[in-house]
């Protein structure tokens, strides 16, 4: 008899951060290392973004996202390892936010925490700190407002956003 993998019912949840940029008129969240923009009302779909070495030389076949043997899909981590990310300085970003995400589909463990061919963010949280203008905040947290997910405004101190995402972590 033949083993199988189990299904789950429920998506994983994690942490991660996303830039805040403006794309087509509206507020989008975007990856923090790829030029990704999540969309709104839909999950992402990974893709294998891995730029290949020599491509005219050495072509690996396209694969679906993620696989086991490269760096590709929708990274999400604990809390401690997603934080770290927060307060980097972060090309065209208007600010970078927190948020819980659900990770789904083919999940992945990987050496910082997760990989993942489906997500969808499940809250976030602004701070003012990390906004290149502190006193847009609140027009930021409504313009994220369309992901149809809690947005939450934090105060700009550092301790206090920290002391925050512990006790929901």
Known sequence: MTALAPDFAEPLEAWRVWRVVGCHGELSLASVMRRTVWPAGEPLRAECLVPRAFGWLRRRPQHDA????????????DLEEASRYLYDSLPDALARVVGQVSLWGVVVECERGLRASRAYPGSLYVSRGTSRDPDAVDDLA??????GVP???LTDDRPTLARLLEALS
């Open 151 to 153: 947005v939450e405004v």
């Open 66 to 77: 993620p696989e086991e043997a490269c760096d590709c899909g929708i990274y999400a981590a």
């Open 142 to 147: 409504a313009g994220l407002e369309r992901y």
